[in-house]
């Protein structure tokens, strides 16, 4: 019998490595599957529905007609003109000097520094804090790299108003502090906010790093959404504070920078003792990003250095024109019952569903949380797509959250037209 | 006192931000040694592996196309972009002669080293051996060391002198290498540096072994079309027992001369590729876009024309034969001893015979590192030295080797064949 099975060449024995498991769903591979089927208004996934600027468009066509270089290997950790550009650009609004080639990785997307600074940085035993909600990659990655996850909430502070803000959740002084021990290695903050739009503001910055200082913490800082701020928030780096440089590792995105989100070049930056371990494990991975992208992009920041803080800044433009939308879908939400969070800044509003008193008689979603389910009704009965903000938390923690979804507002439809 | 503590806790700092364990020791690496020595316009470079002859045409213009459509330069399906996976299955179903599923069958990846990275987090970790044959792609070893996992060594050994057919596995020494450990053998056809192209029976042997011990094969496939007359390439994952426990790995950067493209793909059964999709899903969840897209349509033209001369596939191996015959010409002309390859774009070549004396480059380096060397400085001609690609007990075996790379145009062949010619008068 076992004779026959392995001349079928059936394997009998344990096939996959540990660090993949429990890692195997993704809330993204089963949501978009679904958006897919039912063809449904797509407000669920992050991405622009319009084209990426002009000169972006433009800078890319140049790369691809540039020569046969352009079709071919560049530098590994990133394209000369690339980095020289971020470092350039980077320089001027952190105010130190951003050495390129020391102090820069390009990757292919600002999901994969994330994977290369957890991979790096995170060995069996290191605790990692998380504040809820988070980007969902964040958890599993930790796990991947054989870390443990300490969760911190974001909580609705006391006496909020009716109309409520992303400004609204913030962290306790002393449930932060309490987050931290001797197995801490790595705190991870995102500002702006995905899910909720929160920007975190310079004192609650302060109170991370003084604490990152204190315990000796690396700080990875995932800011994919910098330029998207809204009513005049400021978006403020952290690895701008003092001895926050030292151990700090700041992640941007040139898909969320230039509404091209499927061009996936995203970068690392941070200090050289730091970033040359990021760099090892890139060389181990993929050792390289697509090139003529790395050039457009280039091009791309070139353009905003010029620009910078004019008018013409695309980086002024983006957030001018996606500050209405936000209000207009805020608008639309409250129509239909719903109660949204309006974001100081990203691409994302959570609405609370808890109003509205819908039968979500599915047999097959009883089991999941209640967003879980209603999202997946909103998609089958009403053809929109939304992410359920459950997603964003723990395991362990899901169960609390379930009341909200989320919206992204980064779209040129009419949002009405969809309720 | 304040400035010794403030110094003393930066060096406190320092040590808690160390790499982690899976990396230690893996920041060596031969390529960002020598591409950046290499950058010298002034030198003719037959290093790195890379064509400078542009892509096809058409796929670029696939490319400025897929450029133009908004929905295009947004996310795609994280495991491949719908109109790449199709046109692969298509493609690939036809070579191995079964219907291959896009979705479950298929994962793209960045490059043919994402499939390879993605494969060894997958279904490598601590206490498996891996098996590698040298010389190998200079990634193997510290992908399974990443990984976990440990690396086995296997030299080929030469058996004659013309051609990449002359290098062999020593069966019963291969048989040696297979124990209850063995969680997968890596197999790389046709060989990156000396253009071995396994055949059927090698490669029957190969299998033989996997089926018997119950282990997984990784096929680095990536130079499959370059293929040269009289050759064929044989698929391990077409021969019985296979299928099951083979991924097998393809690059669009070596198949349509794109290489900073980087994007590859590994094929194989539903219960091996779902726990690569696992790792592509936490780590960089999906490849570019349009890209993937001026790949598809790239191969759904050459999938027509497969078996025809101008299908790409075809005509670019056409014409990489003619390179790889005036390249080995050029260098036995200088006294080299050209290994010509059966496939692939590169050809090491033994330099025993020009006897030349480097000993005053010091002890520290194996013969080819400093030949290398000397040859970029004395003679502005770059290669890469073989025992990049070999373990340290195989270095004897191979250090009078270096690898060129051959896909150049005919300007670049031209510069280093007046290089190579005018070796001896000096």
Redesign the interface.
């Known amino acids: 019998m076992i004779f026959s099975l392995?001349?079928?060449?059936?394997?009998?024995?344990k096939?996959?490595?540990?660090?993949?498991e429990g890692?195997?769903k993704?809330i993204?591979?089963e949501f978009?599957q679904l958006a897919a089927d039912y063809k449904a208004v797509n407000l669920g996934?992050g991405?622009?529905?319009?084209?990426?600027p002009h000169f972006i468009?433009e800078a890319?066509?140049k790369a691809?007609?540039g020569g046969?270089?352009?079709?071919?290997?560049?530098?590994?950790f990133g394209h000369p003109n690339l980095v020289k550009i971020l470092a350039k650009f980077f320089s001027r609004i952190v105010g130190r000097e951003i050495d390129p080639m020391e102090d820069i990785l390009v990757?292919?997307?600002a999901?994969?520094a994330l994977?290369c600074t957890f991979?790096?940085?995170?060995?069996e035993g290191d605790e990692v804090i998380i504040v809820e909600p988070f980007f969902d990659?964040y958890q599993?990655?930790v796990m991947?790299?054989g870390g443990t996850t300490c969760l911190l909430d974001l909580r609705l502070k006391e006496g909020c108003g009716p109309v409520l803000s992303s400004a609204d959740w913030v962290l306790s002084p002393e449930e932060l502090a309490s987050k931290f021990s001797p197995r801490t290695?790595a705190i991870v903050i995102n500002t702006p906010n995905n899910p909720l739009g929160k920007v975190y503001q310079q004192e609650e910055l302060h109170m991370i790093a003084d604490l990152c200082i204190k315990h000796?913490v690396?700080c990875i800082s995932d800011e994919v959404y910098e330029w998207l701020t809204y009513d005049g928030t400021k978006h403020v780096k952290i690895a701008s504070l003092p001895g926050m440089w030292?151990?700090t590792v700041t992640i941007g995105s040139a898909g969320k920078t230039f509404?091209?989100?499927?061009?996936?070049v995203g970068w690392a930056m941070g200090p050289g003792?730091?970033l040359?371990?990021l760099?090892?494990?890139h060389?181990?991975?993929?050792?390289?990003?697509?090139?003529?992208?790395q050039e457009a992009v280039a091009v791309g920041f070139q353009r905003e250095y010029d620009v910078f803080g004019t008018e013409g800044s695309y980086f002024q433009q983006l957030p001018k024109h996606l500050h209405e939308k936000r209000l207009r879908l805020a608008d639309c939400l409250k129509s239909v019952g719903l109660k949204p969070v309006l974001p100081q800044g990203g691409y994302f509003m959570i609405a609370d569903i808890s109003n509205l008193n819908v039968d979500l008689a599915d047999p097959s979603t009883k089991d999941e949380p209640y967003d879980y389910r209603f999202v997946k009704w909103l998609i089958k009965e009403k053809g929109l797509a939304t992410i359920p903000v459950s997603a964003f938390f723990s395991p362990e923690h899901k169960d609390e959250f379930q009341k909200y979804i989320r919206f992204c507002f980064v779209k040129n439809g009419m949002f009405c037209s969809y309720f | 006192a304040y400035k010794y503590l403030n110094s003393l806790c930066y060096k406190m700092a320092s040590i808690k931000h160390k790499n982690t364990k899976r990396i230690e020791g893996l920041d060596k690496n031969v390529w960002v040694a020598f591409t950046s020595v290499a950058a010298d316009p002034s030198i003719v470079n037959l290093g790195q592996g890379y064509p400078d002859i542009p892509p096809p045409s058409y796929v670029k213009e696939g490319l400025a196309q897929a450029a133009m459509v908004d929905r295009l330069n947004q996310y795609t399906r994280g495991f491949g972009h719908p109109t790449l996976v199709k046109a692969l299955s298509k493609v690939y179903g036809k070579v191995y002669d079964r219907q291959l599923d896009p979705f479950k069958e298929i994962l793209v990846t960045v490059g043919g080293y994402g499939s390879l990275f993605s494969t060894m987090q997958a279904l490598v970790e601590e206490g498996d051996e891996v098996i590698i044959i040298e010389p190998f792609f200079d990634c193997y070893v510290p992908m399974v060391k990443m990984a976990g996992g440990k690396p086995v060594l296997i030299p080929l050994r030469l058996v004659g002198y013309v051609s990449s057919a002359d290098w062999v596995l020593d069966q019963e020494e291969l048989a040696s290498k297979f124990n209850s450990k063995t969680k997968a053998i890596i197999i790389n056809t046709p060989n990156n540096p000396i253009g071995k192209i396994f055949s059927r029976s090698e490669l029957q042997a190969i299998a033989d072994l996997c089926i018997k011990h119950d282990t997984l094969c990784i096929s680095d496939e990536v130079y499959e079309w370059l293929v040269y007359k009289g050759h064929e390439h044989v698929k391990i994952a077409t021969l019985p027992g296979m299928w099951d426990r083979t991924i097998t790995i393809g690059s669009a950067g070596k198949t349509f001369s794109v290489t900073g493209w980087k994007l590859g793909w590994s094929i194989g059964p539903e219960h091996l590729i779902k726990h690569l999709q696992t790792v592509m899903q936490n780590s960089l969840y999906t490849c570019p876009t349009p890209l993937q897209e001026a790949v598809g349509q790239g191969l759904l033209r050459d999938f027509e024309l497969m078996g025809k001369p101008d299908c790409y596939f075809t005509s670019l191996a056409l014409e990489l034969e003619g390179k790889r015959d005036r390249m080995a010409a050029m260098l036995r002309q200088t006294g080299m001893t050209p290994v010509v390859p059966e496939g692939g774009y590169f050809m090491i070549a033994d330099v025993t015979a020009l006897n030349q004396d480097l000993s005053h480059m010091g002890d520290d380096e194996p013969y080819d590192y400093k030949f290398v060397k000397w040859m970029i400085k004395e003679k502005k001609l770059a290669s890469i030295p073989v025992t990049a690609f070999v373990g340290e007990d195989s270095v004897k075996q191979f250090e009078k080797y270096i690898r060129l790379c051959f896909i150049k145009q005919e300007s670049t062949l031209d510069a280093a064949e007046a290089i190579l010619k005018s070796w001896n008068k000096d």
């Open positions: 392995i001349m079928q060449g059936n394997m009998s024995r096939l996959h490595a540990r660090r993949i890692i195997d993704n993204w591979v978009s996934q991405f622009p529905d319009f084209s990426p468009q890319f066509c691809l007609n046969f270089s352009k079709h071919q290997y560049t530098r590994a990757s292919v997307g999901y994969q994977f991979q790096a940085l995170i060995d990659c599993p990655m991947m790299a290695k000796d690396i030292e151990r509404s091209a989100t499927g061009w996936k003792h730091i040359k371990h760099k090892t494990v060389q181990n991975s993929v050792y390289h990003c697509a090139t003529a992208a």
